[in-house]
């Protein structure tokens, strides 16, 4: 069998491993849902919170270090850009922390009632070892 094709099927195997598939669709799945957070979070919560504060927009929040030139574009720290990042970061957080923690109440089911021993098979080993001569 000619060499790539030995690596061909080493590599299927590889790419086809239960684990590999199960982390993919991680991936797949936690980057949208990091998507539809940040949209909840720029979309629904970042308004209300702009208008409380005036009608500022957290993402316009910048420091200017260098006005624009003719030669140059304008230098800022563009804060309010990772203000907003923080926020997100901080609210995707919580929404894993509050779905894991879910998921860990549904896997931990009550605990089984632990079964008292059976003194019917107790009581017969007894038995026949006392009938036993000595």
Known sequence: MPLYCAMFQEF???????????????IVVG??????????????????????????????LVVTLQAAS?????????????????????IVAFAVFMAIKGMNKLRASSPAEPTPPDTALLTEIRDLLQQQPK
Do not use: W
């Not at 299927?12 to 991680?26: E, P, Q, T």
């Not at 979070?41 to 209300?48: A, K, N, T």
């Not at 003719?70 to 901080?90: R, S």
């Open 12 to 26: 299927r195997k590889f790419i086809l491993h239960g684990n590999m598939v199960d982390m993919a669709v991680g």
């Open 31 to 60: 980057a949208a849902f990091g998507e539809a957070v940040s949209s909840f979070v720029r979309d629904i919560v970042m308004p209300p919170i702009g208008l409380l504060l005036g009608g500022m927009d957290f993402s316009d």
């Open 70 to 90: 003719d030669e140059t574009q304008t230098v800022v720290i563009a804060y309010g850009k990772f203000i907003q990042t923080v926020l997100d970061f901080t």
